[in-house]
């Protein structure tokens, strides 16, 4: 309505299911690299009916690490996440990884200590009151899952959320040379992550 378009809410569906996955991983090269104490945790969403677990990493200051969807929550899928978290990172390890009390993270951190994937002196400590600001990121998340109605499938679900967590990384100011209240200067980011004249 800004620029003077009538668009359906179909077709803009449409456009985040298809650029979504590409702004995740523009905005994965530019962001500032977390710090060592981090939050693990995940939620549930709804996908093509059937309940399915949004796993979620911030570390201490509420810095999107990463997410991942996961239709069980067990050790191995817990594993599969700190593995996928610890790939992101890079050089990055963590020096505590703060957890809700789920079993599953234990076992997952100390089998990954012994394959030295993580270090030997990372402590999983279980604190469910330190997790607030990550519970405060899975509001924002499922706040924008609602208004959307939920998810008809796995890959639109995959696709949509990459895009929302793009989004709140950009909004929370975790592009290494952006400011977090540079609304133009984000707005000008993500069209230059596209190619677009401003």
Not at 64 to 76: G, Q, V
Request: hydrophobic residues 40%; positive net charge; contains cysteine.
């Amino acid at each position: 309505m800004e620029r003077g378009l009538s668009v359906d809410h179909s077709t803009i569906g449409r456009w985040v299911v298809r650029y979504a996955p590409e702004l995740n991983k523009r905005v994965r090269r530019e962001i500032r690299p977390p710090n060592r104490s981090w939050r693990v945790d995940e939620t549930y969403v709804r996908v093509a009916g059937m309940w399915t677990y949004l796993y979620g990493a911030v570390d201490s200051t509420g810095e999107t690490i990463d997410f991942m969807l996961s239709p069980k929550r067990d050790a191995i899928a817990a594993k599969h996440f700190l593995q996928l978290t610890l790939h992101r990172t890079g050089p990055v390890r963590p020096r505590v990884i703060n957890v809700d009390g789920h079993p599953a993270y234990a076992t997952a951190i100390e089998e990954l200590k012994r394959s030295g994937e993580l270090g030997r002196r990372c402590r999983c400590r279980p604190s469910p009151y330190m997790n607030n600001v990550l519970e405060q990121d899975h509001r924002f998340i499922k706040k924008r899952i609602a208004a959307s109605l939920w998810f008809r499938s796995v890959g639109g679900a995959l696709n949509t959320i990459a895009g929302y967590e793009s989004m709140h990384m950009i909004r929370k100011g975790q592009i290494r040379w952006l400011a977090k209240g540079d609304i133009v200067g984000q707005i000008r980011f993500i069209h230059e992550v596209y190619g677009i004249a401003a």
